[in-house]
């Protein structure tokens, strides 16, 4: 491939390639695309992934009602704030929680959309226009847009990411200090969604060494002194991004990616590493991937590639090898459960798109061997899954919920997805013809997001007869004091029944506070530790005065009755003030 094969004249200055007919139709691309993520959103009426979604809508509750982040009434762990912040315009809007719901959901649609925009003014550089246009719109419809139905930060964290990596290839075109600053910027909003992020700025500084070091036509050296002084202003941010992070212990400073800075062996990094990136390559369709490799071979040898072309091979190497790191980190520490994380990994999809897309308008160009090297690869890069994740990832790994749905054998799972990657590199190497390559890929996305959205729709439908949405709120008002309480009996700790709980505090302002008798429940969040005295009271001490108790209906308590939930799984008492004052704030009935 050279210069000749790609498009290099309009590189300059693509975002006059905006103007004329592409602003309309980019308009359309981003109002269609959130149209249908929130038609996507309309089945989804109450949240299926609680741990994250609770966390995430309890911060925006808080802010939007108190100015501050908190959780359940106290300071909240160093999760993302930004989008939290967001969703509290939903939160002051909405008449109810559930009314909220509704529209946090209209906001995560409008958000995930808004990615065209980055998407096409990356593309752009080295796209035609409409193959530009197209790869906006296949951005935003990617599988993962089934998120928009969560209270989930990957909603923010797409579009800001993308619009990093827009920031990255600009100032790689001109790398002056102002543009410098804003890639910073963007990463530093970025970073505030989610601290998966905190891999971006040392990403672009390699991908700029690299560069360099191989445009420099020999003269190494020099480049590599020259690219450092380019990259002054960006090496200097790092540094004092550094001494800040040394100021504050790394559990602190990452949040829930902590899991980042503990030491991990290379085997278990680099098995969940190719584990993860087999996942992405399925979720691709397989060919997108292997072109990319054949691009990556290709940009070590520059005069083969366009300066611009050349330029987002690197970047999106280097920041795929930042994420892939991170993804590989958490899947190998205790709070991965054995699952693959594309939901943090799929970011990448647009990115290895684009590159697909330039290969195809250059017209496929490979070499025999490293064709067959690259096909190779992805066929057997499936073997890297271990076949217990089939079965446990969930929404975490959108394109193993197609073999999950099968009801197979975890192995014959696994073989199955060789067969399958086989299948696809075989297209890959015999055909030349971009219609069927891009159809394979067409086929995977369309294949997977179907299997992703059922998979949220059944996972409500399994709760077909909940309905006891915000019935606490309807009963007391949203400003009362209500504490929910989680008293199980032996043996009866079982993950729906929590997940009431959750729900009652999730759809209704007034429950401030969770109690438990048997220690902290899964999510991870700060609770009450609740004792039970042989005499049936119920001991526990809360910031503010609890006036009110929800609880099961298995573990009746003597105050009196407020309401009945609904669906008569749990009821809400009164408690007396002169009880609430002291630590024995209720009793449990005797039977």
């Known amino acids: 491939m050279n ?32 149209l249908f993520n929130g038609l996507l ?83 752009a550089r080295v796209l035609k226009r409409r193959h530009a246009l197209f790869a906006g719109l296949l951005a935003v419809v990617v599988p993962s847009c089934i998120y928009t139905s969560a209270i989930f930060t990957e909603n923010a964290f797409y579009p800001l990411f993308v619009t990093s990596v827009l920031l990255m290839v600009r100032a790689l075109e001109r790398p002056s200090a102002s543009r410098q600053l804003l890639v910073a910027a963007a990463v530093a909003a970025t970073f505030l969604v989610r601290a998966q992020a905190v891999v971006l700025l040392p990403s672009y500084l390699v991908a700029a060494v690299l560069l360099a070091v191989l445009r420099s036509g020999g003269r190494r050296r020099s480049a590599l002194a020259a690219a450092v002084r380019q ?45 993860n990136l087999a996942d992405l390559e399925l979720y691709l369709g397989v060919i997108p991937l292997a072109a990319f490799g054949i691009l990556l071979v290709h940009a070590l040898s520059p005069a083969r590639l366009s300066v611009e072309l050349h330029r987002l091979v690197l970047l999106t190497a280097c920041v795929g090898a930042g994420l892939l790191a991170t993804v590989a980190a958490l899947s190998t520490s205790q709070y991965g459960l054995g699952r693959v994380h594309e939901r943090n990994l799929f970011y990448l999809a647009p990115l290895v798109l684009i590159c697909f897309f330039a290969w195809l308008e250059a017209g496929t160009p490979r070499t025999r061997r490293t064709a067959a090297a690259v096909a190779v690869a992805v066929a057997l890069l499936p073997l890297t899954i271990p076949a217990t994740v089939v079965g446990v990832s969930g929404e ?12 197979i054998r975890r192995s014959f799972a696994i073989a199955g997805m060789v067969v399958v990657a086989g299948i696809a590199a075989a297209v890959f190497l015999r055909s030349r ?39 606490i709120d309807r009963a007391v008002g949203p400003d009362a004091h209500v504490v929910a309480l989680w008293a ?3 043996r009866e700790r079982v993950y729906w029944r929590i997940e009431g709980v959750w729900a009652d505090e999730f759809f209704n302002r007034s429950v401030g506070d969770v109690a438990s008798s048997d220690g902290p429940l899964p999510d991870g969040l700060p609770l009450a530790e609740m004792k039970i005295r042989p005499n049936g009271c119920l001991d526990a001490a809360f910031p503010w005065r609890a006036q009110y108790a929800v609880v ?20 809400l008492y009164r408690l007396g003030a002169q009880a609430s004052d002291h630590r024995c704030f209720a009793r449990l009935r005797r039977r």
């Open 41 to 123: 959103s309309v089945p989804i009426r109450r949240p299926r992934i609680f741990g994250d979604e609770l966390i995430y809508w309890q911060l925006a509750r808080g802010f939007a009602w108190t100015g501050h982040f908190t959780v359940r009434g106290g300071a909240a762990p160093r999760y993302g704030l930004i989008y939290p912040a967001l969703l509290a315009a939903a939160q002051r809007i909405g008449s109810d929680q559930t009314t909220a719901y509704a529209i946090a959901q209209g906001l995560n649609a409008v958000m995930f959309s808004l990615t065209a925009i980055p998407v096409y003014l990356i593309a």
């Open 396 to 407: 975490d790994g959108i394109a193993i919920l197609l073999w999950e749905d099968m009801e």
């Open 552 to 571: 099961e209906t298995v573990r009746p308590l003597t105050a009196p009755v407020v309401r009945i939930s609904p669906s008569k799984r749990a009821v």
């Open 433 to 471: 013809r971009p219609a069927v390559l891009v159809g394979v890929c067409l086929v995977a996305l369309a294949a997977t997001t179907v299997a992703g959205e059922v998979h949220a729709v059944d996972s409500i439908a399994f709760r077909a007869g909940w309905r006891d949405f915000a019935w």
């Open 231 to 275: 990259q002054a202003p960006t090496i200097a941010l790092l540094l004092l991004a550094g001494v800040a992070a040394a100021a504050i212990p790394g559990r602190s400073t990452l949040g829930p990616y902590h899991v980042l800075v503990t030491s991990y062996g290379p085997r278990p990094l680099v098995h969940w590493g190719l584990a």
């Open 3 to 34: 210069t000749s094969n790609t498009k290099t004249g309009g590189a300059a200055q693509p975002e006059r390639r905006l103007q004329g007919r592409a602003w309309p139709r980019l308009t359309g691309v981003v109002v269609g695309a959130a």
């Open 488 to 490: 199980p009996t032996k």
